[in-house]
């Protein structure tokens, strides 16, 4: 039956996944697809069920966690008897091994004795088991990806692009332009003409939002200079190949979706589905940095809002 599902992107930090070994990345994938059996011991098993390989690097399907919980049992002389029962509950996912990103249901568990807290723990573990086995570093800690995707994230999408066809910058001035940018070729001596230009111009702009027609490309003309302009990209939509992205400065990192959260494994129409809406949001092939010295691991509960009882904002990405 399908259940609307609320998600948050999560980053694992600690592997250096800019830098890891293709066969690493792939042994995890396959570890967290093909493992046989749960981790853990009863009654708190847990671990990856119900798996689909989308693609080499992706992975995707419910994380099982088993709880304890007792039961009122009333026989027919109306006398009360208990019973421990340790069922399991589910969460779905999708686990981007190239990146270290996670796409993580996050849940209620209403009615159960279960907290999304400790799911996160039991779901660290499961990760760092495999982490482990395919010879990579565990985890540092698991997060919420980055409010913001940083300028240098821009330059790098804009550069594997192979068509712009919408680019906003805030504050652009110029002067960070390289001296031997190409704007025309092979009349280089153009080149230093424009540039001196664009120089003077950027910095009276406070925000330039360029928007290419139909069939327009902003990569083939004067103005593409202004991602390297030293000003703040905000939004870039393109083109890689046949693919089109999206990268925001502000990156979404909640969405819902609906998924069938009783088979018995992932429905490959659901899985994909939930992909190719990740895809849009380039954050998720932008590879987890390592992490900084400022970062403490459990320093805040990723799950109190939800577990308070806080409204899910629905206005965050979805499919249908």
Known sequence: MLEKVYCDLLALYGPDWENLPQEKVLHFAEQVHTYPNLLGQEPELYGFVGTRRIAEEIVAGYFAIQYETEEFLYKRNKKLNTEMRSPFARLFFVL???TGKVLLQNSKFSGIPLTMTRALGFFKRSIDHFLVTSEI???YMIDLV????SDADFIQEFEKSTRVIRLEIRNPNGE???EDFVYYNPQKERNRIIRSSHIHDYPHYKKVDLEATDDGDIKRTHMRDLIY???HPQYMRYFVQSEEFVLRKSTLRKFHLYVDMDAETIPEEHAVQAIDMLRRERAVDIPTPLPSP??????RDLFADY???E???DEDQSGN
């Open 307 to 309: 577990e308070s009882g």
């Open 176 to 178: 960070p332009i390289p």
């Open 294 to 299: 400022k970062m403490q691991p459990g320093q």
């Open 96 to 98: 981007f091994a190239r």
């Open 229 to 231: 302009a030293g000003g």
């Open 146 to 149: 980055p409010d913001e995707a």
């Open 311 to 313: 409204e899910r904002d």
């Open 137 to 139: 570093t565990k985890t």
